[in-house]
C-alpha cells in the first residue's frame, strides 16, 4: 500500500514535469504541441547517447540533455510557428497549422531516433547513475533516483508557479496568453517571451524524459506518446493553461492509474485518461481549477 | 493491345488500387470535417468501429451487405451520439477529445476479448470485397463531398470555418452543419475499416491507433484539406510513394514529417493548391507582362 | 508644417507623406503631420477616415503595407517592430483601451512598465499613478476585466503613464463613454499633458478634443483637409458644421482650411 503510493508519487512528479511544458504551450501560445512526446523521448535518447560509453556523468547529461530537448522545441517555435502566428491571422487556422506542424515533427524526431535506436528500446548503462535503494521497513522502499524525481518535480513547479504569478516575464506571459497585440504595444518583445516559453517547455519535457530513461532504464519511441496522451488528461482535468491545476491533476491521475494496475483491471489502465479526457470535457471542460475567464472583444 | 497492356498492370497493382481507395476513403473522413472547420479526428475510431462490426458479423454468417449495413447504422448512431456529447467543443478541445476517443476504441478493442479476439485481433474474416464496390464507393463518396463544396452548402461550411459567430448571425444552424459533417465524417472512416477488414481478412487492434491518425492527417495536409480533391492527392501519393521509394525506404517516415511541417507553414493549401498555382503561372506571367502594378498591389504583406 | 529638420528638438513627431495600404484599400494617403515637443495635437476625423491605421502604423502594430517617412525625436520608426518603438518613448493607448483582463490593475500597470528594469523608478512611477488616477490604487487588486469601462481608460492611461513616455498616442479616448466620464477623460488627456509628455490624439468627439488640445488636424479620407491651432480649426466654419455641429460658429468663424 505504502509502495504503492510512493510508486504514484514519483510517477505524478514525473507527469508533472512532462504536462507543465505541454499545458504552457497550449494557454499562452495556443500550440497543442503533439512533439511534445518525441522531445521527450529525444531526451532519454541524448541521454543514452552521452552515458553509453560512460564518458559523461550523471549532472552535466541532464544539462545537455534538457537543454538539447528545449532547443529541439525552440526550433519549431522559430521555423515554423512564429511564422504561422504572424501570417495566418485567423486563429483557428493557425491552431490547426500548428497541430499538422507539432504532429509532423513528432514523427521527424521520432524516425531519427528509432533509426539511430534501430527501433529497439534504449537504456542507459547502470553506470550512468548509481541507483540506491533505501529500506522503509518490510518491502517498502524508495530508490535515490525516485527522491530526486520527486525533489526536481516540486522545484520546478514551485519555480514555474511563482514565476508566473510574481516575476515581469510572468506577467508578459500571461499578457501574450490574451492579447498578444496589446502586449506587443506595451514593449514586450512577444517573439522572444514566446520563443522562451517553447525553450521552456521543451527543456521541462528533456528534463522528465531524463529522469524517466534512468528511472525506468530504457525508454522507446512509443513512450512518448503514452506520457502524451495521459498528458492529455491532465490538462484537460486541471484546465488548460493553468499551472496548479496541471500539478494537482497530474498526482491524481498518478494515483488513479497506479490504482488500477494495483487493484484492478490492469489491462484498462490507459482507459483511465481517456475515459477522464471525455467525462470532464463533457461535465466542466474549463478543468476543475480554471478561474474566472476573459473573452477578448 | 492497349487493353491488354492496361489489364496486366491492373493485375500488378490491384493491391495497391485497393489500398489507395481505401485510405482515400479514410482521408475523405478527415477532410469532410476539417474543411467545415471542426478539428475532429473520431474517423479513425469509426475506422476501427467499422472494421470489427462487419468482420464479426460476417464471420456470424451474416451476408456481405447486411453486414456492411449494419456498421454502417451503428457508425451513424455513435457518430450523431458522440456529435451530441461533444457540441460544445471546440477546435484543440475538439481535437484532443475526438484522439482520446480513437485510443479509447483501441483500449476497449484491446480488452474485452470476449468479443474482439483481444489483443490477437480477429483472423479468418472471410474474403467476400472486391474492388469494384470500393470504388463505387470511393467515387460516390467524391460525389458527395464535391456536392457539399459547392452551393449553399458548400459556401455554409466555409463560413462556418472562417467565422462561426459571423455565420450564426447569417442565420446559418451551424450546430446542424457541423453535425452533419461529423456523422459524414464517422461513416467514411466506419466504411474504410469495414471493407479493409473484408478485403485482406484480418484484423488487430492496433491498426487504428496513433499511427493511423497521423497517416490519415498527413494524406490531407498534404493533399490539401480544402478539398476532396486534395485528400485523394494525399491518399495517392502516401500509399503509392513507399512502393516506388523503396530505396528511402524507412526514412521515408520522415520525408513525410519534414514534408507536413513545410506545408502547414508555408502552404497550407497543399500540394493541390501548389499545383494550381503552377497551372495558373503562365496566365498570371501574360498579366504582369502586361500590367506589372495589378499584380504587384496584391497579395503585398507586412509581417 | 513642414520642419524636416532631423533634430529638430522641438519636434516630438515628424509623420510625412504615410501610406496605408491593406491590399488594394488605401486608408491613409500621402498624410503629414507634426507634433511639437510639449504640445497636444489632435486628429478630428469620422469613422473610416483613416485614424486608426495611422496610429496603428506609426505604433508599428498593423498588417498592411506601409510607406512614408516618420520620426519619433529625430529617429526614423516606420517599419520597427511594435516593442522597439515603444522602447524609444512612444506608447499608443489603443482603442477601446485593451486592457489585460485576467490580469489585475496592479499588473497591469506593471506590465506598462515592462521596461523600467530600475525597481525603485517602477515605484516612482506607481506612486505617481496613483496619485493621478487614485481608483487604480483602490482597486489594485481586481481583475482589469471587472472595471467600467471608464475606470479602464484610467487604467490605459496609468499603464502609458508607467512607460515614462515622452510621447503618447490616444486612439480614440473617449469611445463608448458616458458624457461625465469623456470630461473626465480629458481631464486626464491634461494631466498627463502637464506632467510632461506631448500628445498625439485622435478623436471622432471634436469639441471634447479641441478643448484640450493645443494644435488640430482634420482627416477626411485618407488625407490631411485641414490643420492650425486648437482655436482656429475650431473656429473654421466647415469643421465647426461637420465635425462640431455649431451651426452659429459656422457662420461668424475664420476659414481656416
Known amino acids: 500500500m505504502l509502495q504503492q503510493l510512493i510508486n504514484a508519487i514519483v510517477f505524478g512528479s ?33 541521454t543514452y547517447e552521452l552515458t553509453k560509453d560512460s564518458t559523461m556523468s550523471f549532472v552535466p547529461t541532464l544539462i545537455v540533455a534538457s537543454l538539447a530537448a528545449g532547443a529541439v522545441t ?82 520546478v513547479a514551485v519555480a514555474l508557479d511563482q514565476g508566473i504569478r510574481r516575476t515581469r516575464y510572468g506577467r508578459a506571459i500571461r499578457a501574450l496568453a490574451y492579447d498578444p497585440t496589446t502586449t506587443q504595444l506595451l514593449g514586450v518583445n512577444v517573439g522572444a517571451v514566446a520563443a522562451a516559453t517553447m525553450f521552456l517547455a521543451g527543456a521541462l519535457a528533456g528534463l522528465a524524459g531524463v529522469m524517466l530513461a534512468i528511472y525506468l532504464g530504457g525508454e522507446e519511441v512509443a513512450t512518448g506518446q503514452d506520457y502524451l496522451l495521459t498528458a492529455f488528461a491532465i490538462l484537460i482535468v486541471g484546465g488548460v493553461g493553468s499551472i496548479r491545476g496541471a500539478i494537482v491533476s497530474a498526482y491524481l491521475i498518478a494515483l488513479a492509474e497506479t490504482a488500477v494496475v494495483a487493484y484492478g483491471p490492469s489491462q484498462w489502465r490507459d482507459g483511465v485518461a481517456f475515459l477522464l479526457i471525455l467525462v470532464m470535457l463533457l461535465v466542466r471542460p474549463q478543468g476543475l481549477f480554471a478561474r474566472r475567464r476573459f473573452q477578448r472583444a | 493491345m492497349a487493353i491488354a497492356s492496361i489489364s496486366s498492370w491492373y493485375a500488378g497493382n490491384e493491391t495497391l488500387i485497393q489500398n489507395i481507395l481505401i485510405y482515400a476513403l479514410l482521408a475523405f473522413s478527415v477532410q469532410v470535417v476539417l474543411r467545415a472547420g471542426v478539428f475532429s479526428l473520431a474517423g479513425i475510431g469509426f475506422y476501427a468501429i467499422g472494421s470489427y462490426t462487419a468482420a464479426l458479423l460476417l464471420k456470424k454468417g451474416w451476408p456481405t451487405v447486411p453486414s456492411i449495413l449494419a456498421a454502417v ?3 451513424i ?42 489483443p490477437l485481433g480477429v483472423t479468418g474474416i472471410p474474403l467476400v470485397m472486391g ?68 478485403l485482406f481478412g484480418t ?45 528511402v525506404g524507412s526514412w521515408l517516415n520522415l520525408v513525410y514529417g519534414g514534408l507536413m511541417i513545410v506545408l502547414a507553414t508555408w502552404l497550407p493549401g497543399g500540394l493541390l493548391d501548389a499545383l494550381r498555382a503552377l497551372l495558373r503561372l503562365p496566365a498570371r506571367l501574360r498579366l504582369l507582362l502586361r500590367s506589372p502594378s495589378s499584380l504587384a498591389a496584391t497579395g503585398e504583406e507586412r509581417g | 508644417m513642414s520642419g524636416t529638420d532631423e533634430n529638430d528638438p522641438d519636434t516630438a513627431l515628424q509623420v510625412d507623406d504615410l501610406t496605408v495600404r491593406y491590399g488594394q ?67 499608443l493607448v489603443p482603442e477601446g483601451r485593451q486592457v489585460i483582463a485576467p490580469l489585475t490593475v496592479e499588473e497591469n500597470l506593471l506590465l506598462g512598465g515592462y521596461r523600467q528594469r530600475s525597481r525603485a523608478r517602477l515605484r516612482e512611477l506607481m506612486a505617481e499613478c496613483h496619485e493621478l488616477f487614485p481608483i487604480l490604487h483602490e482597486r489594485a487588486d481586481s481583475p482589469a476585466g471587472l472595471l467600467s469601462g471608464g475606470e479602464q481608460q484610467m487604467l490605459a492611461f496609468g499603464r502609458a503613464l508607467m512607460s515614462d513616455p515622452r510621447l503618447i498616442l490616444m486612439d480614440e479616448p473617449s469611445m463608448g463613454l458616458a458624457p461625465v466620464m469623456v470630461d473626465r477623460v480629458m481631464e486626464a488627456v491634461e ?49 465647426a458644421q461637420t465635425f462640431l455641429g455649431l451651426r452659429e460658429q459656422a457662420q461668424a468663424g475664420q476659414a481656416a482650411c
Open chain 1, 74 to 155: 525552440l526550433a519549431l517555435e522559430l521555423v515554423a510557428f512564429r511564422r504561422i502566428r504572424l501570417h495566418f491571422p485567423a486563429r483557428r487556422q493557425a491552431e490547426l497549422s500548428m497541430l499538422v506542424v507539432s504532429v509532423g515533427a513528432a514523427t521527424v524526431i521520432g524516425e531519427v531516433v528509432s533509426h539511430q535506436t534501430s527501433e529497439a528500446a534504449f537504456s542507459p548503462p547502470a553506470s550512468a547513475f548509481s541507483i540506491h535503494r533505501y529500506s522503509l521497513g518490510g518491502s517498502v522502499g524508495i530508490t535515490n533516483i525516485q527522491i530526486l524525481i520527486v525533489v526536481a518535480a516540486i522545484i
Open chain 3, 25 to 91: 484599400v488605401t486608408a491613409v494617403a500621402g498624410l503629414s503631420l507634426r507634433v511639437p515637443s510639449g504640445s497636444v495635437v489632435a486628429v478630428l476625423g469620422a469613422n473610416g477616415a483613416g485614424k486608426t491605421s495611422t496610429m496603428r502604423a506609426l505604433a508599428g502594430s498593423i498588417r498592411a503595407s506601409i510607406d512614408g517617412r516618420a520620426r519619433l525625436f529625430g529617429g526614423s520608426i516606420l517599419g520597427l517592430s511594435a516593442h522597439r518603438i515603444a522602447a524609444r518613448g512612444m506608447v
Open chain 2, 131 to 198: 474492388t469494384l464496390p470500393i470504388f463505387l464507393t470511393a467515387v460516390g463518396a467524391m460525389l458527395l463531398l464535391g456536392l457539399l463544396q459547392r452551393g449553399v452548402l458548400g459556401r455554409s461550411f466555409e463560413a462556418i470555418r472562417e467565422d462561426e459567430p459571423l455565420a450564426l448571425t447569417l442565420a446559418i444552424d451551424t450546430s446542424r452543419y457541423r453535425h452533419f459533417a461529423f456523422v459524414i465524417s464517422c461513416v467514411l472512416g466506419c466504411l474504410a475499416g469495414a471493407y479493409h477488414a473484408l
Open chain 2, 203 to 247: 484484423i488487430e487492434p492496433t491498426d487504428a491507433g496513433f499511427e493511423l491518425i497521423v497517416l490519415a492527417l498527413s494524406m490531407v495536409i498534404i493533399g490539401g484539406f480544402r478539398s476532396w480533391a486534395g485528400a485523394l492527392l494525399g491518399a495517392i501519393l502516401l500509399t503509392w510513394l513507399p512502393l516506388e521509394l523503396t530505396s
Open chain 2, 73 to 75: 447504422l451503428l457508425c
Open chain 3, 191 to 239: 494631466a498627463l499633458h502637464r506632467r510632461g509628455a506631448s500628445i498625439l490624439m485622435v478623436e471622432q468627439n471634436a469639441a471634447s478634443a479641441l478643448q484640450v488640445a493645443t494644435h488640430a488636424y482634420v482627416l477626411d479620407q485618407g488625407r490631411i483637409v485641414c490643420s492650425g491651432t486648437a482655436t482656429e480649426v475650431g473656429s473654421d466654419p466647415v469643421v
Open chain 1, 14 to 46: 514525473v507527469l508533472t514535469l512532462f504536462s507543465l511544458g505541454l499545458s504552457l504551450a497550449w494557454g499562452t501560445l495556443d500550440v497543442l504541441n503533439l512533439a511534445h512526446g518525441a522531445v521527450f523521448v529525444f531526451a532519454g535518447f541524448i
Open chain 2, 77 to 118: 448512431l455513435l457518430g450523431y451520439l458522440l456529435a451530441l456529447l461533444l457540441v460544445r467543443l471546440r477546435d484543440l478541445y475538439l481535437a484532443m477529445a475526438t484522439v482520446a476517443f480513437d485510443l479509447m476504441v483501441g483500449v476497449v478493442a484491446t480488452n474485452w476479448t470476449g468479443l474482439t479476439g483481444g
